[in-house]
């Protein structure tokens, strides 16, 4: 038995003692409280061997090498930090029961995340914003929907989307990336609480957790990142392939940019972009009203032709 099939072994019945029982059995205690911070980087770095020598086949060209080799460096950076996380991880399971295991763990990966995000605005949305808000993106979904099922997009509407991707700022992707961040961080703490498949006892460290990943995904969209690949991507003077080549390039650096900082930053949108954006989201949510009217006002008139059909045959 190799230590692949091992380890898959010891986590279900890791899991499955947990499961059952609350607690780990002595003998579960035994063999991770033996397991060291060494012996976890020994697994993780062979594992990461395999993964890499993988990749290297899909690597063919200088511009996918150069981005392979990145991961690599940003990888064997936070890797570190990593193993004893899993090794507090292991220390958490063997000194706890019940409720508590999964709240220390929930908050252990929670702190884990937010060691390498730095946030700069931390205030928050208010009640009647969110709602706002979700209505209005509510209102946009419909109307994309119904746009694809009705007839699609055209040449027409996909050149309008590629014109506004290319006039966006890097301040206005930040913008756009904050406003989403907070709301999807208000859904966290207003849906959770009605989803009752998740404990009570469980669910505040769970919304904890949440935001820590969606801090993080905001981090890792980086506003310089999107705005370069964007450019990259919709100039219709660059190749398909050295376009690919450019943002793979872009994303090398991105990466080494990261190692270097270890850390992921959100940057605070400013006022004044503010401004600039939400009207046009207002913009986006008249014109799905504007749609449902047309919509409505064509579902009139089809009963009324029914209507007057009707009454021609009974004539």
């Known amino acids: 038995m190799n230590i692949d099939e091992q380890m898959i072994m010891l986590v279900q019945k890791v899991g499955r003692e947990v499961w059952e029982n609350g607690e780990l059995s002595p003998g579960s205690r035994a063999i991770l409280r033996s397991i060291s911070v060494s012996q976890i980087r020994q697994y993780r770095e062979q594992f990461q061997q395999k993964v890499f020598q993988q990749l290297r086949y899909w690597a063919n060209t200088p511009a996918q090498q150069e981005l392979l080799d990145a991961a690599i460096n940003c990888g064997q ?52 914003t969110y709602q706002q808000m979700r209505s209005q993106f509510k209102q946009i979904i419909y109307y994309v929907q119904e746009q694809i099922r009705s007839r699609g997009f055209t040449k027409v509407d996909e050149e309008r989307g590629k014109e506004i991707l290319r006039n966006l700022s890097v301040e206005d992707i930040r913008t756009i990336r904050e406003i989403l961040r907070k709301f999807a961080l208000k859904t966290i703490d207003t849906e959770t609480e009605l989803y009752s498949q998740i404990p009570a006892i469980w669910r505040t460290e769970t919304k904890n957790l949440f935001k820590s990943i969606v801090n993080l995904c905001a981090g890792i969209l980086d506003e310089n990142l999107i705005h370069d690949c964007l450019q990259i991507g919709l100039d219709n003077n660059v190749s398909h392939e050295e376009a690919q080549n450019r943002i793979l390039k872009r994303l090398a650096q991105q990466l080494n940019t990261w190692a270097a900082q270890r850390k992921f930053y959100v940057k605070k949108a400013s006022p004044t972009s503010m401004t600039k954006i939400l009207p046009l989201t207002q913009q986006l949510t008249n014109e799905t009203n504007n749609y449902q009217v047309q919509q409505l006002q064509e579902e009139i008139k089809r009963l009324q032709k029914q209507i007057q059909d009707l009454k021609a045959e009974r004539e």
Do not use: M, P, R, W
């Open 77 to 128: 950076v936070f890797a570190n930090d990593f193993d004893y996380y899993c090794k507090d991880c292991l220390d958490i399971l063997c000194d706890n029961k019940g409720s508590a295991i999964i709240n220390k763990l929930l908050s252990h990966t929670s702190q884990y995340i937010n060691n390498y995000v730095v946030v700069e605005d931390t205030s928050e949305i208010d009640d009647a």
